[in-house]
C-alpha cells in the first residue's frame, strides 16, 4: 500500500500546525479531476493522502490533498504547488510522478503514482546486507542526479521519504518522494524563494551547512546519502542526541564513529565512500550524484587478490595475501631459509610498495599436494603500521594513494602517531580519564588539560593523515570540547558528575561556588530520569546513621557510600559521607551528631 512521508520542519519561530481530526473532513467519494478518492492512506503535517481510481478506466493513483486550515495560508499553499511542480519537472524512474495538480480552489491537490511496497523506513529497522545497501544507495544517486541536473535540492532525504516499489523481474525500485521543502536554485517567473536562516530538514540527515541555515547545494544530498549508508549499514545513525538541537550541533563538532568499529564487517571500501560522503566540508565530499555512484560501485567490485613480489635477487614470485601481515610467495624452487630477513617490492595493482619480511614457514612439494595447494613460503610483514595497511589496501584496490612512499607522509604520520599513541586509550573512558586529571580535580586544572591537549591535537588536522589517523584526531578535539563545555561549567559538570557517578567531582562543584539551589534542582532533574532511586537513599543513609549511632564507623562509611551510588546529589548523604571518611583518613574518633546519641 502507498503511504505517504512528511517532512520535518526545524524553525524556531515557526510551530507546526495542528493536525484537523478526521472527523473534520469526509474526503472519500470526492471528485479530483477524473478520479474519485476511495479510502484515506495516511494524514501530515501538510495534508491528506488519499487513494483515487479514474472515473472510467481501472488506473488507480494517489491524491494529495492540502489541510483545509492551510488553505489560507499562502505561503504554504505556494511550498504545496512547488513540491508538485518540483516532481513534476523531475521525470525519472526513481523519483515519484505527478500526473496532475489543481492550484485553484479552496482545496489545493495534486495527484501522483499510487505505488505498491514499503516504506525504507520499515526495513531499516535493522542493518542491511553491505551489496543491498549500495544496490539501494546506486538508485537514489540516480533519482538525486536527475532533480540536480534540474536544479533541485531535495534538501529531506531520509528513509521515510524513499519508498521501495516492485520494479521489472521482481527488483526492487527505489522512488524519492516528499519535495515539499527542495530547493529550487533557479527560479521560474512567479515562484517564491525558500526563507534563509530557517532550518529545514530532518536533523539527523541534515549536512553542516545545513544546519547552520547557509547555503545548500548538490552536494547537501549526497551528505545526507552518507547519513543513510551508514544508517543501513550500522542499523544506527552517525549523530544522535536527546533532542534536536545536540543532533545539529553533533553534525558541526563531531566525526562519526568509524562504521567498522560499529559493524566489523562492513568491505573498508564501502566506509571509505560513506565516510567521504559525510565530510563536514562541502568540498571534501563527491563533487555529483554521479561521482558518487561510481564510487558506490567500485566499492564492492571484485578485486584483485594475487600479485607478485620481487625479492632482492630480482626473482619475482606470484604472491598472495594471507591475513592482516601474511604473504604466501609461490615457488618450485628452493625457499629462502626460516626466520631469515627478506627486502621486498610488491608489484601491486596500483603501484609497487616495498617493504621487509621474516620468512615464517615453508611450503615442501610434498606438502603442496597433500594440502591441495602450490608450494613456497610464508613471510611476515615487519611493517604493520595503519598507515602501511592503508597504503597496501589502496594499492592492492587497484588505487594510486597520494605519495605513496613520500618521506614527509611518513614524517607527519609518526609525528601524529606519537600524539594519538596517548590518545587512544582513553577514547572509551570518561571525560576525566580522557582528559588525565583526577575526578575531583577543580575547574582551573580542568580547563589547562582541556587548552593543552587541544593544543597538541590541532596542528594534526594540517598533516597529511591517514583516514584512521585522521578519523581518532576528529574524535578527539569533539571530546575534548566535550570536556571542556561539561567539566568546565559547575551545573552541567555536577549533572556528568551523577551520572557517573562522582560525589568528589560533586563536592568539588559545591566548594567551587555551586549553590545548594542549583545542586537541588540538579538533584530534580536527575530523579525525574531515576524515579525509583529516591527511596533506596533514604533507607541506605537510615542505615548509615543507626551504624554510626552503635559506632561502627566502617559499616557506616559503606551505608553512606550505597546511598550516594543510587541518588549522588542527596545533600545530606554527600555531607555524613564526607565527614566520616575525612575522619577516618585523619586517624580521628567518628563524631556522632547529639540527634544520633
Given at each position: 500500500?502507498?503511504?505517504?512521508?512528511?517532512?520535518?520542519?526545524?524553525?524556531?519561530?515557526?510551530?507546526?500546525?495542528?493536525?484537523?481530526?478526521?472527523?473534520?473532513?469526509?474526503?472519500?467519494?470526492?471528485?479530483?479531476?477524473?478520479?474519485?478518492?476511495?479510502?484515506?492512506?495516511?494524514?501530515?503535517?501538510?495534508?491528506?493522502?488519499?487513494?483515487?481510481?479514474?472515473?472510467?478506466?481501472?488506473?488507480?493513483?494517489?491524491?494529495?490533498?492540502?489541510?483545509?486550515?492551510?488553505?489560507?495560508?499562502?505561503?504554504?499553499?505556494?511550498?504545496?504547488?512547488?513540491?508538485?511542480?518540483?516532481?513534476?519537472?523531475?521525470?525519472?524512474?526513481?523519483?515519484?510522478?505527478?500526473?496532475?495538480?489543481?492550484?485553484?480552489?479552496?482545496?489545493?491537490?495534486?495527484?501522483?503514482?499510487?505505488?505498491?511496497?514499503?516504506?525504507?523506513?520499515?526495513?531499516?529497522?535493522?542493518?542491511?546486507?553491505?551489496?543491498?545497501?549500495?544496490?539501494?544507495?546506486?538508485?537514489?544517486?540516480?533519482?538525486?542526479?536527475?532533480?540536480?541536473?534540474?536544479?533541485?535540492?531535495?534538501?529531506?532525504?531520509?528513509?521515510?521519504?524513499?519508498?521501495?516499489?516492485?520494479?521489472?523481474?521482481?527488483?526492487?525500485?527505489?522512488?524519492?518522494?516528499?519535495?515539499?521543502?527542495?530547493?529550487?536554485?533557479?527560479l521560474q517567473e512567479g515562484e517564491t524563494p525558500t526563507r534563509t536562516g530557517v532550518?529545514?530538514?530532518?536533523?539527523?540527515?541534515?549536512?553542516?551547512?545545513?544546519?547552520?541555515?547557509?547555503?545548500?547545494?548538490?552536494?547537501?544530498?549526497?551528505?545526507?546519502?552518507?547519513?543513510?549508508?551508514?544508517?543501513?549499514?550500522?542499523?544506527?545513525?552517525?549523530?544522535?542526541?536527546?533532542?534536536?538541537?545536540?543532533?545539529?550541533?553533533?553534525?558541526?563538532?563531531?566525526?562519526?564513529?568509524?562504521?567498522?568499529?560499529?559493524?566489523?564487517?562492513?568491505?573498508?571500501?564501502?566506509?571509505?565512500?560513506?565516510?567521504?560522503?559525510?565530510?563536514?566540508?562541502?568540498?571534501?565530499?563527491?563533487?555529483?550524484?554521479?561521482?558518487?555512484?561510481?564510487?558506490?560501485?567500485?566499492?564492492?567490485?571484485?578485486?584483485?587478490?594475487?600479485?607478485?613480489?620481487?625479492?632482492?635477487?630480482?626473482?619475482?614470485?606470484?604472491?598472495?595475501?594471507?591475513?592482516?601481515?601474511?604473504?604466501?610467495?609461490?615457488?618450485?624452487?628452493?625457499?629462502?631459509?626460516?626466520?631469515?630477513?627478506?627486502?621486498?617490492?610488491?608489484?601491486?595493482?596500483?603501484?609497487?610498495?616495498?617493504?621487509?619480511?621474516?620468512?615464517?614457514?615453508?611450503?615442501?612439494?610434498?606438502?603442496?599436494?597433500?594440502?591441495?595447494?602450490?608450494?613456497?613460503?610464508?613471510?611476515?610483514?615487519?611493517?604493520?603500521?595503519?598507515?602501511?595497511?592503508?597504503?597496501?589496501?589502496?594499492?592492492?584496490?587497484?588505487?594510486?594513494?597520494?605519495?605513496?612512499?613520500?618521506?614527509?607522509?611518513?614524517?607527519?604520520?609518526?609525528?601524529?602517531?606519537?600524539?594519538?599513541?596517548?590518545?587512544?586509550?582513553?577514547?572509551?573512558?570518561?571525560?576525566?580519564?580522557?582528559?588525565?586529571?583526577?575526578?575531583?580535580?577543580?575547574?582551573?586544572?580542568?580547563?589547562?588539560?582541556?587548552?593543552?591537549?587541544?593544543?597538541?591535537?590541532?596542528?594534526?588536522?594540517?598533516?597529511?593523515?591517514?583516514?584512521?589517523?585522521?578519523?581518532?584526531?576528529?574524535?578527539?578535539?569533539?571530546?575534548?570540547?566535550?570536556?571542556?563545555?561539561?567539566?568546565?561549567?559547575?551545573?552541567?559538570?555536577?549533572?556528568?558528575?551523577?551520572?557517573?557517578?562522582?560525589?568528589?567531582?560533586?563536592?568539588?562543584?559545591?566548594?567551587?561556588?555551586?549553590?545548594?539551589?542549583?545542586?537541588?534542582?540538579?538533584?530534580?532533574?536527575?530523579?525525574?530520569?531515576?524515579?525509583?532511586?529516591?527511596?533506596?537513599?533514604?533507607?541506605?543513609?537510615?542505615?548509615?546513621?543507626?551504624?554510626?549511632?552503635?559506632?561502627?564507623?566502617?559499616?557506616?562509611?559503606?551505608?553512606?557510600?550505597?546511598?550516594?551510588?543510587?541518588?549522588?546529589?542527596?545533600?545530606?548523604?554527600?555531607?555524613?559521607?564526607?565527614?566520616?571518611?575525612?575522619?577516618?583518613?585523619?586517624?580521628?574518633?567518628?563524631?556522632?551528631?547529639?540527634?544520633?546519641?
Amino acid at each position: 500500500m502507498w503511504l505517504a512521508s512528511w517532512r520535518c520542519v526545524v524553525d524556531s519561530n515557526t510551530c507546526a500546525p495542528t493536525l484537523p481530526p478526521s472527523s473534520c473532513e469526509r474526503l472519500v467519494g470526492h471528485r479530483f479531476g477524473s478520479f474519485v478518492a476511495l479510502r484515506e492512506l495516511g494524514r501530515g503535517g501538510m495534508g491528506t493522502v488519499l487513494l483515487a481510481e479514474h472515473a472510467l478506466i481501472p488506473k488507480r493513483v494517489a491524491v494529495k490533498v492540502l489541510h483545509r486550515h492551510l488553505a489560507e495560508e499562502p505561503e504554504l499553499v505556494a511550498r504545496f504547488l512547488a513540491e508538485a511542480r518540483a516532481m513534476s519537472l523531475v521525470q525519472h524512474e526513481n523519483v515519484v510522478s505527478v500526473h496532475d495538480f489543481e492550484a485553484h480552489g479552496e482545496r489545493p491537490w495534486f495527484v501522483m503514482e499510487y505505488l505498491e511496497g514499503q516504506s525504507l523506513a520499515d526495513v531499516a529497522r535493522e542493518p542491511l546486507a553491505p551489496r543491498r545497501v549500495v544496490e539501494l544507495l546506486l538508485q537514489v544517486c540516480d533519482a538525486l542526479g536527475a532533480a540536480h541536473a534540474h536544479g533541485i535540492i531535495h534538501r529531506d532525504l531520509k528513509p521515510a521519504n524513499l519508498y521501495l516499489a516492485r520494479g521489472p523481474q521482481g527488483r526492487e525500485r527505489v522512488k524519492l518522494l516528499d519535495f515539499g521543502i527542495a530547493k529550487r536554485l533557479v527560479l521560474q517567473e512567479g515562484e517564491t524563494p525558500t526563507r534563509t536562516g530557517v532550518l529545514m530538514g530532518t536533523p539527523e540527515f541534515m549536512a553542516p551547512e545545513q544546519c547552520e541555515g547557509g547555503e545548500v547545494d548538490a552536494r547537501t544530498d549526497l551528505y545526507a546519502v552518507g547519513v543513510l549508508g551508514y544508517l543501513l549499514l550500522s542499523g544506527r545513525a552517525p549523530f544522535t542526541g536527546t533532542n534536536a538541537a545536540q543532533v545539529l550541533l553533533a553534525h558541526l563538532r563531531q566525526a562519526p564513529r568509524p562504521l567498522q568499529e560499529v559493524r566489523p564487517d562492513t568491505p573498508p571500501a564501502l566506509a571509505e565512500v560513506v565516510l567521504r560522503a559525510l565530510a563536514k566540508r562541502p568540498e571534501e565530499r563527491f563533487s555529483s550524484a554521479a561521482e558518487l555512484r561510481a564510487a558506490l560501485e567500485a566499492a564492492l567490485a571484485p578485486r584483485p587478490s594475487t600479485f607478485t613480489a620481487r625479492g632482492p635477487d630480482g626473482r619475482e614470485y606470484p604472491c598472495e595475501r594471507v591475513g592482516r601481515t601474511g604473504l604466501f610467495l609461490r615457488t618450485g624452487e628452493p625457499s629462502p631459509p626460516l626466520l631469515s630477513e627478506l627486502p621486498l617490492v610488491l608489484k601491486l595493482p596500483g603501484g609497487e610498495l616495498p617493504c621487509a619480511a621474516r620468512v615464517v614457514r615453508h611450503v615442501s612439494a610434498d606438502q603442496a599436494l597433500a594440502w591441495n595447494m602450490a608450494p613456497g613460503f610464508a613471510v611476515e610483514l615487519r611493517e604493520a603500521s595503519p598507515s602501511f595497511q592503508h597504503t597496501l589496501s589502496r594499492l592492492l584496490a587497484g588505487e594510486r594513494p597520494v605519495a605513496v612512499a613520500s618521506p614527509a607522509a611518513a614524517e607527519a604520520s609518526s609525528l601524529a602517531e606519537s600524539v594519538l599513541r596517548e590518545v587512544r586509550p582513553r577514547m572509551e573512558g570518561d571525560l576525566y580519564a580522557f582528559l588525565g586529571v583526577p575526578r575531583d580535580a577543580d575547574s582551573d586544572t580542568v580547563r589547562a588539560r582541556a587548552r593543552a591537549l587541544r593544543e597538541r591535537l590541532e596542528p594534526l588536522r594540517a598533516l597529511a593523515l591517514s583516514p584512521g589517523q585522521g578519523t581518532l584526531t576528529q574524535r578527539a578535539l569533539t571530546r575534548v570540547a566535550e570536556a571542556w563545555h561539561v567539566l568546565g561549567h559547575l551545573e552541567r559538570r555536577v549533572a556528568y558528575d551523577a551520572e557517573l557517578p562522582n560525589p568528589e567531582g560533586i563536592l568539588r562543584c559545591l566548594s567551587s561556588g555551586l549553590t545548594i539551589t542549583a545542586l537541588e534542582a540538579c538533584r530534580q532533574r536527575f530523579l525525574a530520569r531515576h524515579p525509583k532511586t529516591q527511596g533506596h537513599s533514604v533507607l541506605h543513609l537510615t542505615t548509615g546513621k543507626a551504624y554510626l549511632a552503635a559506632r561502627r564507623p566502617t559499616e557506616a562509611l559503606a551505608a553512606f557510600e550505597a546511598a550516594l551510588r543510587v541518588d549522588p546529589l542527596h545533600l545530606e548523604a554527600l555531607r555524613s559521607w564526607h565527614s566520616l571518611r575525612s575522619r577516618l583518613r585523619a586517624g580521628l574518633e567518628p563524631e556522632v551528631p547529639r540527634s544520633l546519641r
